[in-house]
């Protein structure tokens, strides 16, 4: 097993510097095949691991050196397989090989074809390194791997000053959550000696329960989540981060790099488990992340946007689901979206593609008959968000609200509100796109058409998954519990026992048709709205009130440049100012007074012995009163 999970990792290390290297001196095909091929290897090779594995089988460590000793500390590089991991690695190297095939149809015709694929490889392989690691600060190089890959691939078209900006605003936001992330993880190391998981989760029982330490362990952990997987308040880079290409949208914003803060929380379970206070702290920041974002999305034209905003919603979703204590079910959650939310941004990509690069929903319409396979496959993705029956994200979402009831029935009338909306905008986002008449222009018009084989190819199979893949974990009154696959596979990775507040089976029958019944109502109203009636979506100087805020993102970036760019700017002007109008000026006096002294000095080295002897004299005899006057 040891070299088939080094073969998992360097694989797309070797991608990395393949295209790296050689990208721009070989054909496209030949870049992007490779690129491609690597992924997928990891993948099968992922796929054979799993299929020896079983939901008893003990973790494995794979030390590959020493990599430093602090204080009898011992610190492995190292990798640990379990059932966590290979969960996460199957999902990363599973989409990631579909959006790699997606992507070289969609770059066909960019400059940076090389350069986009190397990137692509690199995130994959730090992703991986996040992971797959077995210990905390393996996890931080990937997730600083991760960042860096981030910034690289959203100002992929650096020439565009906006798109720029958006990098960077990413980049420094992460490095906001990334700081207390690193503290935590150093005191975790200054309390338990110690930073793999293992030793760590064998130590944990030191900790009291929601003792002040494990508090603060805990909530920066979680801070780091925060940034990473884009939870209010360091959410709105996520938006901004559409600026990339669409694959990247759908590999690192959708269904990998933003779950990592998932993965860090239900990987430190034997933490969190410990602080009741920071998981109250987790569900209050999902629940308001995802009422936030859904509410900003209903009103958002740009049809990533919208994708980008639910992508921040769901997450609360996730995020939710750990503050209750339901880590199977966040993980659920997070496998399911990652299926439809890649689905729907490689839908969007292909939209995109057909329209010659326009983005805005009220200049499309009437694309169903121009490009079928999108259409269909696009509609599966919201189904399956919106949450009909049967389908993945429909059984995911469901089981986060029945847990979420289990703990407060007014945490879950919220989630149920932010479900509505969630549906609201994505079924408005299909029909503005999809139904009506074309509202592009001519050009656009004559260069309609479906896009070929190796960027449709991957919509069918995302488009499957999303259909299938809810019934990995069934819920408990179907069958007993027999078919909660992923409850019995992730059961060994947690450390104490988890006892969820339980709710009847009549109480969720109830839910669930309550359910039912907004998806279809909520189907049925906005298809009256926006086909029957023909409602478009308007002008953004003309929306009011709550629309207008809405489409204005509730004046959050403009609150935020106000209250802390703005801010920064002004403590770099005012340091400005310091620098050289105080700071600079005693600088130069010093320098003057050195230089007039010297002068001064000067005069007195003039070669004559008689001065040289009288200033002596003089000191000596000023030494002595000055000592005479001391006794």
């Known amino acids: ?101 997606y992507s070289i149809g969609y770059m066909s015709h960019d400059k940076g074809f090389a350069r986009f694929f190397a990137y692509l490889n690199l995130f994959v392989f730090s992703m991986l390194l996040l992971v797959m690691g077995s210990n905390y600060l393996i996890l931080f190089i990937g997730w600083e791997g991760v960042g860096l890959c981030s910034y690289l691939l959203i100002g992929f078209w650096y020439k565009n000053e906006e798109y720029g900006a958006a990098g960077r605003k990413a980049f420094i936001m992460n490095r906001i959550g990334d700081l207390a992330m690193i503290i935590g993880i150093c005191t975790i190391a200054y309390q338990t000696n110690a930073v793999d998981y293992l030793s760590v989760a064998q130590n944990s029982s030191k900790f009291a329960l929601d003792s002040p330490i494990i508090i603060f362990i805990t909530a920066s952990l979680f801070i780091g989540a925060v940034g990473k997987s884009a939870q209010i308040p360091l959410f709105t880079w996520l938006p901004d981060a559409m600026a990339g290409p669409t694959p990247v949208s759908a590999l690192i914003h959708a269904a990998t790099m933003v779950t990592a803060g998932v993965y860090l929380c239900v990987r430190s379970n034997f933490l969190y488990s410990l602080a009741p206070t920071t998981m109250d702290g987790i569900l209050f920041i999902g629940l308001l992340t995802a009422l936030v974002a859904a509410f900003i999305g209903l009103r958002q034209n740009d049809i990533k946007k919208v994708l980008a905003y639910s992508t921040v919603s769901q997450l609360g979703f996730m995020f939710v689901a750990v503050g209750v204590g339901a880590y199977t079910t966040a993980m659920f959650h997070l496998m399911t979206h990652a299926f439809f939310k890649a689905l729907l941004f490689l839908g969007s990509g292909s939209v995109i593609h057909a329209m010659s690069g326009e983005q805005d929903m009220r200049f499309m319409g009437g694309l169903k008959k121009k490009i079928p396979v999108t259409h269909i496959t696009f509609l599966i993705g919201t189904l399956a968000i919106s949450g009909f029956p049967f389908l993945s994200g429909m059984i995911s979402k469901d089981e986060i609200l029945t847990n979420t009831y289990a703990k407060n029935p ?29 509202r592009g222009t001519e050009e656009q018009a004559k260069h309609l058409h479906e896009s070929p084989t190796n960027m449709t190819l991957p919509l069918i199979v995302l488009a499957f998954l999303s259909v299938v ?143 040289y002897v009288l200033i002596m004299s003089l000191a000596i005899g000023i030494i002595l009163i000055v000592n005479f006057l001391l006794q």
């Open 1 to 101: 097993m040891e070299n088939l999970v080094y073969a998992i990792i360097l694989l797309p290390l070797f991608g990395f510097l393949f295209s790296g290297l050689f990208g721009k001196q070989l054909p496209k095909m030949v870049v992007g095949s490779v690129a491609t091929l690597v992924i997928f290897a990891s993948f099968c090779i992922a796929l054979s691991i799993f299929l020896k594995f079983d939901s008893d089988s003990p973790a494995t460590i794979i030390r590959a050196f020493e990599w430093f000793r602090v204080n009898g500390v011992q610190v492995n590089f190292g990798f640990q397989i379990d059932q966590l991991s290979l969960m996460m690695i199957l999902i990363i190297t599973g989409i990631g090989s579909l959006i790699h095939l």
């Open 469 to 611: 893949g809810g019934f990995i974990n069934l819920p408990h009154f179907i069958g007993h519990g027999h078919y909660a696959r992923l409850e019995h596979w992730l059961q060994s990775i947690y450390v104490y026992d988890v006892e969820l507040p339980k709710v009847a089976f009549g109480t969720e029958m109830i839910l669930l048709t309550l359910t039912v019944l907004m998806f279809f109502t909520v189907w049925f109203v906005v298809k009256k709205i926006y086909v029957d009636k023909k409602k478009m979506a308007l002008p953004d100087a003309q929306y009011k009130g709550w629309e207008r805020l809405s489409n204005r993102k509730l004046l959050l970036d403009e609150f935020y440049n106000a209250a802390f760019v703005k801010f920064v700017e002004g403590l770099g002007i005012a340091g400005n100012m310091f620098d050289k109008g105080i700071l600079g000026k005693f600088i130069d006096f010093i320098g003057w007074g050195a230089e007039d002294s010297g002068r001064a000095a000067k005069k007195l080295q003039n070669g004559n012995v008689e001065n």
């Open 410 to 438: 007014i945490f879950w009338v919220i989630l149920f509100i932010v479900a509505t909306m969630t549906a609201i905008y994505m079924f408005r986002a299909y029909y503005l796109t999809f139904h009506g008449e074309f």
